[in-house]
């Protein structure tokens, strides 16, 4: 009898990477739902859009790499970026918008840096990141959530993606941005402006509770630890209580404001617990969460951009390594320093 | 040290041993300045013609500088060529001046001067002293001018724009709008443009080296069919 000998784990996870991707795409259903509904088939059109592109690009990538088309495809990653990519940009881009932000995310993002398992960076928000310092205008508009404008149908949404010089776009600040330019109202008189609705803008506020759902879902399901979502959100709930100052008209807005507007949930959930680019020890995540969700409210509060996500997972991607270096887990049987138990 | 001829100056500058994007050095100005062709070529010209003044000027008191203070004399020696082209662009490209600002006195501390000062002018003669500094002018300038280019040509959709600057009124219609209505790509423009076109350039050249290696290999050649060849370890290459 021959033995075969094979190293450790022995114990494997079922989880292959297809299927941990497939939950991802299946928890942002709510969340897409929620935009759809009340920014219209924007959002759609872009996810399916970004798709398409994201799978050519990774089709690209991978025949001039010389690699297994199938297997590669098959692993749903290039959906996951392009879906987290269709998610985040305004709904009614521009085709070449979504095409640019997409290349950038799968070719520059991810294959240049050796493909799946090798970022350093988050692709979807490179790809955000681009888009942003490169067309300002067309990533700054959004449209106006259902009950304050009329709310395109798929038709429109089509044409506005597809054939956008033929498009009148209809957009408008969004709260964060009213939030931050705001400088002689109090809160409470700014509250009256129909852009806001319960606890944070119109729409917003449902479009984050439902990516909180879908997150919940993926945490129940074990996709991801609880460390570094927990950690943003209380670390950005910290920072908005610091500076709420009781709602004058310097006030930043208040912690339930920053934790349901813009784009908190999704990149909690979604975005900051990418396995890949993120911090991997468990007090790393701790960190690595907190950082990100300090700096969206340093950047959201005294930045110059619509929201802050994309920017702060970039900064605490690149100090992943950094963070994961010393806090390195003890390992069984060593003393801390490294030294002799 | 035997003195290369000139064939070989030439391909060591403008390939081989390129300063931009194989050797590497110069990359402040090489990321800074080549937002578009006109900036580009405006610090190519001034770059290539401090070289051959400063490599010629230190080729000719090379006998005559000792070991120990060569340094601080060559960066005298580059920096009097650095000025005096200063002076000439402020006087005939007085706006180019302004633009490239910081820049040109900078060129002072660019490494590739330096770098073929020490490694190449203090050891050969004037004639190839100068004609290295020449080649090597061209060579970094070359890789400023397509750089340039690229970065024009996706930042803006359009190429030669503001040639004025460098050749007069006459030239002020050169500019050439490829994509009319183009949305300006900002990225490329900004700096993280420069580091992404600075490494395709890199990739660019090494696939071209390895395509050229791949078919003086396949001109080798092959073994005969049925040879009998001494049993070694490894490969035979």
Redesign the interface.
């Known amino acids: 009898m021959t033995l075969i000998r094979i190293s450790s784990p022995h114990a494997h996870g079922s989880d292959s990477t297809a299927s941990v991707m497939r939950r991802v795409l299946i928890a942002t259903v709510p969340g897409v739902i929620a935009l759809t509904w009340f920014f219209g088939f924007g959002s759609l059109v872009n996810i399916i859009w970004a798709s398409l592109v994201a799978v050519a690009c990774e089709a690209l990538a991978l025949t001039l790499r010389r690699k297994p088309l199938g297997f590669y495809l098959q692993d749903y990653s290039a959906l996951v970026t392009a879906t987290l990519l269709g998610i985040a940009l305004p709904p009614y881009a521009p085709w070449?918008l979504i095409a640019?932000g997409v290349a950038s995310a799968i070719l520059?993002a991810k294959h240049l840096y050796g493909g799946l398992g090798y970022n350093p960076f988050n692709p979807a928000m490179v790809g955000y990141v681009?888009l942003l310092?490169?067309?300002?205008v067309?990533m700054t508009a959004w449209a106006p959530p259902r009950g304050l404008g009329e709310v395109p149908g798929l038709l429109q949404a089509l044409q506005a993606c597809f054939l956008p010089a033929q498009y009148d776009a209809v957009t408008m600040a969004t709260p964060l941005d009213m939030v931050r330019q705001n400088n002689s109202l109090l809160l409470e008189d700014l509250w009256r402006d129909p852009l806001f609705g319960r606890w944070a803008g119109i729409g917003w506020e449902w479009v984050n509770l439902a990516f909180l759902a879908g997150g919940l879902w993926l945490l129940y399901r074990r996709v991801f630890s609880w460390h570094a979502p927990v950690a943003m959100l209380a670390s950005l709930g910290l920072m908005a209580a610091l500076f709420y100052d009781g709602g004058s008209s310097a006030s930043g807005g208040s912690p339930l404001f920053h934790l349901l507007s813009g784009a908190t949930m999704f990149g909690a959930f979604f975005i900051i617990t990418d396995p890949v680019s993120s911090a991997v020890s468990v007090r790393g995540r701790l960190i690595f969460g907190a950082l990100i969700g300090t700096l969206v409210y340093l950047i959201r509060a005294w930045g110059n951009y619509p929201d802050a996500v994309a920017f702060a997972v970039l900064v605490a991607n690149f100090s992943a390594p950094f963070i994961d270096h010393y806090t390195q887990p003890r390992s069984y049987g060593h003393s801390k320093s490294g030294g002799q138990p | 040290m035997k003195t290369p001829s000139y064939g070989e100056l030439t391909l060591n500058g403008l390939w081989k041993n390129n300063p931009a994007i194989v050797q590497l050095l110069g990359l402040c100005p090489l990321l800074a300045v080549t937002g578009s062709v006109v900036n580009a070529l405006g610090l190519a010209a001034a770059t290539t013609l401090v070289l051959i003044c400063s490599n010629t000027a230190v080729s000719i008191i090379r006998n005559v500088v000792s070991d120990a203070v060569r340094l601080p004399v060559f960066v005298m020696i580059i920096a009097s060529a650095v000025t005096c082209t200063e002076l000439l662009m402020q006087a005939f490209a007085y706006e180019l001046y302004l633009i490239l600002g910081i820049f040109l006195p900078l060129i002072t501390t660019n490494c590739v001067i330096l770098g073929r000062a020490d490694a190449f002018a203090s050891k050969h003669a004037i004639g190839p002293a100068f004609y290295d500094g020449l080649s090597m002018g061209l060579g970094f300038g070359v890789v400023l001018i397509v750089l340039g280019a690229l970065r024009e040509l996706l930042g803006t959709g359009a190429l030669f724009a503001d040639m004025n600057l460098l050749f007069g009124p006459a030239a002020a219609n050169w500019k050439w709008v490829l994509v009319a209505d183009y949305?300006?790509?900002?990225?490329?423009i900004?700096p993280?443009g420069a580091f992404?076109f600075t490494g395709l350039l890199i990739a660019g050249k090494n696939l071209v080296d390895r395509q050229i290696k791949r078919r003086q290999d396949a001109l080798r050649a092959a073994p005969v069919k049925g040879a009998k060849r001494v049993r070694v370890t490894g490969t035979i290459s």
């Open positions: 070449w640019i520059m681009v310092i490169s067309f300002p067309q | 949305q300006p790509f900002l990225l490329a900004l993280p992404i």
